[in-house]
């Protein structure tokens, strides 16, 4: 079974999040791992090769998906929902007529193919009638090369969309937008250019206060209620969240406070955290509160595995707290110092340190799909890989059924 599978986001122009690439680490290049063709039936990939199903992952966005030569030239992906499911085809793969009979099958199925990190090399041309999408590793080009290929498919194969991979920073994403490529994977949208400022304004001060808050451990429901009330648009959809949840659900709310004592103190805090996050994060893709939640889930259920005596709500808090400089395009140490959180929390988020900063290093391994990384970390905590491995995929399980 494997253990290990991580995604990354890709994005449309509009930074919206249309699907993910599964990276597996079983198999070559983190691509589709390679099994008995004589097994190869939807139940054996299902039972063995996915702890989650492929959509429930992907969160029902498309599932770009690494197939290696003898997983393509054996019809693995035919065991696959073809609305949901990208084939990429790996640039190592040899042009052969078997190849092309088999690309012209898939795509006469109705299925999505992809050529990953395209290099421009003519060989490639013949299969293009069947291709949807090319993907594009633009650290491997100059700008000008990356303008002329879009020119070239923009005129002789309209049907094709661009994809750029590798897209670290805001400036190439506008860059890659205004050369024709409509959509992008790469960590751009949660690194974006930082604004050099000492100060952040009232209003999301009043929310990092109730973060802080609600970080307290010995914080009460009157505290966080006096708090929430001063913010009309938190209380709003607190009430609404509290009254149709099973908590509630049949009970008449008369105030906050009454909402408030339905829920114990672990869920108040995740979910106000939640809403706070969200309220900074109002003007930059969403996908950040996703990755930001997945995070939060990843280090809880990880918290169980370091410390003895397990410290559930505040490992949860360091995954959701962890992107808040991007969320705010504010230095680290400036939002630090303005968050009324733990020294414990402050250090994981700032340097990795203290007793919660293996949980981001984990986070930010599985991100990239840094096997090895994880690996020596897992060695050095004396962890067990496999225990890492599922609770990134209980994590992605939780958001799946927890969407934004």
């Known amino acids: 079974m494997i253990?290990?599978?991580?995604?990354?986001?890709?994005?449309?122009?509009?930074?919206?999040?249309?699907?993910?690439?599964?990276?597996?680490?079983?198999?070559?290049?983190?691509?589709?791992?390679?099994?008995?063709?004589?097994?190869?039936?939807?139940?054996?990939?299902?039972?063995?090769?996915?702890?989650?199903?492929?959509?429930?992952?992907?969160?029902?966005?498309?599932?770009?998906?690494?197939f290696h030569e003898e997983c393509l030239l054996h019809h693995f992906p035919t065991s696959l929902e073809k609305k949901s499911t990208v084939i990429e085809i790996l640039e190592d793969i040899s042009i052969s007529e078997d190849l092309i009979e088999v690309c012209q099958s898939l795509y006469k199925q109705g299925y999505t193919l992809a050529l990953d990190?395209?290099?421009?090399?003519?060989?490639?041309?013949?299969?293009?009638?069947?291709?949807?999408?090319?993907?594009?590793?633009?650290?491997?080009?100059?700008?000008?090369?990356?303008?002329?290929?879009?020119?070239?498919?923009?005129?002789?194969?309209?049907?094709?969309?661009?994809?750029?991979?590798?897209?670290?920073?805001?400036?190439?994403?506008?860059?890659?937008?205004?050369?024709?490529?409509?959509?992008?994977?790469?960590?751009?949208?949660?690194?974006?250019?930082?604004?050099?400022?000492?100060?952040?304004?009232?209003?999301?001060?009043?929310?990092?206060?109730?973060?802080?808050?609600?970080?307290?451990?010995?914080v009460t429901f009157d505290e966080i209620a006096e708090q929430v009330e001063t913010d009309p648009a938190i209380s709003f959809k607190l009430l609404r969240f509290i009254s149709s949840s099973s908590y509630a659900r049949g009970s008449k709310i008369t105030s906050l406070r009454h909402a408030l004592s339905y829920l114990g103190l672990y869920e108040i805090r995740k979910f106000i955290a939640l809403i706070a996050i969200a309220k900074l994060n109002e003007d930059r893709a969403e996908e950040i509160i996703r990755l930001s939640l997945l995070r939060a889930k990843f280090c809880e259920y990880i918290e169980v595995h370091i410390n003895k005596v397990p410290d559930l709500s505040s490992a949860y808090l360091v995954g959701l707290l962890s992107l808040l400089p991007i969320v705010l395009k504010t230095e680290p140490t400036v939002v630090l110092s303005k968050l009324p959180v733990s020294k414990e929390i402050k250090a994981a988020i700032h340097d990795?340190?203290?007793?919660?900063?293996?949980?981001?290093?984990?986070?930010?391994?599985?991100?990239?799909?840094?096997?090895e990384s994880s690996e020596q970390l897992c060695k050095e905590l004396d962890i067990l890989k496999e225990e890492i491995g599922s609770a990134y995929i209980k994590a992605v399980d939780w958001l799946s059924n927890n969407p934004l």
Not at 9 to 23: H, K, S
Not at 179 to 194: C, H, M, V
Not at 352 to 371: I, P, R
């Open 3 to 66: 253990a290990y599978v991580a995604r990354q986001p890709i994005l449309d122009v509009n930074e919206n999040t249309i699907g993910y690439e599964l990276l597996f680490r079983d198999g070559p290049k983190n691509s589709f791992p390679s099994i008995d063709p004589n097994e190869a039936t939807t139940k054996i990939i299902a039972r063995n090769q996915l702890t989650l199903g492929i959509e429930q992952i992907c969160q029902n966005k498309l599932a770009f998906i690494n």
């Open 117 to 218: 990190d395209h290099e421009f090399e003519e060989q490639w041309r013949v299969l293009y009638p069947f291709i949807k999408i090319i993907k594009v590793d633009i650290t491997d080009f100059s700008t000008l090369d990356l303008e002329l290929f879009s020119q070239f498919v923009a005129n002789e194969y309209p049907h094709i969309t661009l994809l750029a991979e590798r897209v670290e920073t805001e400036k190439q994403f506008a860059t890659l937008k205004a050369l024709g490529y409509t959509q992008f994977q790469g960590y751009f949208f949660a690194k974006p250019e930082i604004i050099e400022q000492n100060t952040i304004s009232p209003s999301k001060i009043r929310l990092l206060n109730l973060i802080g808050l609600i970080s307290n451990p010995t």
């Open 352 to 371: 990795k340190k203290d007793k919660f900063g293996a949980h981001l290093m984990f986070s930010e391994l599985y991100e990239v799909a840094d096997w």
